[in-house]
């Protein structure tokens, strides 16, 4: 039994040691763990940054998509609304053109008949002045239509070239754009 005693007694010197030895881990272990809480905090808030980063990246991205698509539309409504006029004032021209002949026909014939009745030939005078006037009334309203007509058109024509200059430059905020993302 003291034999025993005596090992029990070398035994706690050892156990001691291991206590010991436990203790300094338990600490470094501590702070290790803390370290790795540190860290583990310091890459959430970054990770968090990062989502914030990324939400207002695709907020911006939607607002250009949904701004660019609206230009997009509001062009292609003006590029319509245009056509449309240019077509209406096409077919006015068009019309007036045909109003023009027709009234220059009428003139053609009145001074025809001017003619006769200087020759001698019977009509009255009247009907052929009423006949001029009427021509040259046609054909004035005719004139100012046609002119109403064409600077429509060359309205038209100016609206087309201005929406074909804002496209032209969309394109090239958008290749500037794509260029700033590579």
């Known amino acids: 039994m003291l034999h025993e005693e005596a090992i029990g007694d070398r035994k706690l010197p050892s156990l001691q040691l ?3 030895e436990l203790r300094e881990e338990n ?3 501590k702070r290790l763990i803390r370290s790795m809480q540190s860290s583990l905090e310091s890459r959430m808030y970054t ?4 989502e914030r ?6 907020a911006k991205e939607q607002r250009e998509a949904w701004e ?7 062009t292609e409504w003006s590029i319509q609304e245009m056509t449309q006029r240019a077509l209406e004032a096409e077919s006015n021209v068009e019309k007036l053109k045909h109003e023009i002949l027709i009234l220059q026909r009428e003139l053609e014939s009145s ?10 030939q019977t009509m009255e005078l009247g009907a052929v002045k009423h ?20 600077r429509q058109l060359a309205s038209g024509a ?19 754009e794509a260029e700033k993302e590579l």
């Open 18 to 20: 291991t206590y010991d």
């Open 27 to 29: 600490t470094m272990l």
């Open 47 to 50: 990770l968090q940054s990062l």
């Open 53 to 58: 980063q990324l939400k207002a990246s695709l």
């Open 68 to 74: 660019l698509q609206s230009f997009v539309q509001l």
């Open 111 to 120: 001074k025809a008949e001017n003619e006769n009745l200087r020759a001698g």
């Open 131 to 150: 006949n001029i006037d009427f021509a040259l009334q046609n054909l004035h309203e005719i004139i100012t239509g046609a002119n109403w007509s064409i």
């Open 158 to 176: 100016e609206s087309l070239h201005f929406v074909a200059e804002i496209l032209k430059s969309t394109g090239k905020i958008s290749e500037v």
